[in-house]
Antibody, heavy 119, light 106 residues
Framework: QVHLVESGGAVVQPGRSLRLSCAAS????????IDWVRQAPGKGLEWVAA????????YYADSVKGRFTISRDNSKNTLYLQMSSLRAEDTAVYYC????????????WGQGTLVAVSS | DIQMTQSPSTLSASVGDRVTIACRAS??????LAWYQQKPGKAPKLLIY???SLESGVPSRFSGSGSGTEFTLTISSLQPDDFATYYC????????FGQGTKVEIK
């Protein structure tokens, strides 16, 4: 059974850094792109970042480019999101999601972890 | 960047109604479109992929259509469990979500 479990969410001050993790199980982890998607309180979904099978290709939304870094450790079946220079507008629930095969959308999602940026 | 625009933003309907949600892409995305359902406090759930392919386990009352820039999600007979927010997502070039359509009880 596929499981994605995010962790690392916290309340942080503007300008500080935070690292999120997403532990995966129940599937061949290194065979899938994995993405981060966020949702600000009361707002819609926003794609944040994606990483290829082996981590060699990384993609970012303009809103986080240069501040966030996505990475993965296939030996630990774990995805990371290193967030720096955090802003109030980064406040959101952050979900990790599995891209099934590049042509079928995101078929499994974690439960989300809340990041609140506030002084 | 490809922008996705959904309409309406909110839809009031009754159980048994036929419901249609529209999604427009700012440029052609072929059929690289997915639809998701999200309930409060929960992660999104994949309903439709490749514009019209029904995800396994999703009731057949859900259907998707369209290609290019115009897409629709249809619920043939709205059920109590269907009151939720629905999002379209393009994955032709990077990934972009629409702003969402909330389906509420009339």
């Amino acid at each position: 059974q596929v499981h994605l479990v995010e962790s690392g969410g916290a309340v942080v001050q503007p300008g500080r850094s935070l690292r999120l993790s997403c532990a995966a199980s129940g599937f061949s982890y290194s065979s899938h792109y994995i993405d981060w998607v966020r949702q600000a309180p009361g707002k819609g979904l926003e794609w944040v970042a994606a990483i290829s099978f082996d981590g060699s290709n990384k993609y970012y939304a303009d809103s986080v480019k240069g501040r966030f870094t996505i990475s993965r450790d296939n030996s630990k079946n774990t995805l990371y999101l290193q967030m720096s220079s955090l802003r109030a507008e980064d406040t959101a629930v952050y979900y990790c999601a599995r891209d099934r095969d590049g042509g079928s959308g995101f078929d499994y999602w974690g439960q989300g972890t809340l990041v609140a940026v506030s002084s | 960047d490809i922008q996705m625009t959904q309409s309406p933003s909110t839809l009031s309907a009754s159980v048994g109604d036929r419901v249609t949600i529209a999604c427009r892409a700012s440029q052609s995305i072929s059929s690289w479109l997915a639809w998701y359902q999200q309930k409060p406090g929960k992660a999104p759930k994949l309903l439709i992929y490749k514009a019209s392919s029904l995800e396994s386990g999703v009731p057949s009352r859900f259907s998707g259509s369209g290609s290019g820039t115009e897409f629709t999600l249809t619920i043939s007979s709205l059920q109590p469990d269907d009151f939720a927010t629905y999002y379209c997502q393009q994955y032709n070039s990077y990934w972009t979500f629409g702003q969402g359509t909330k389906v509420e009880i009339k």
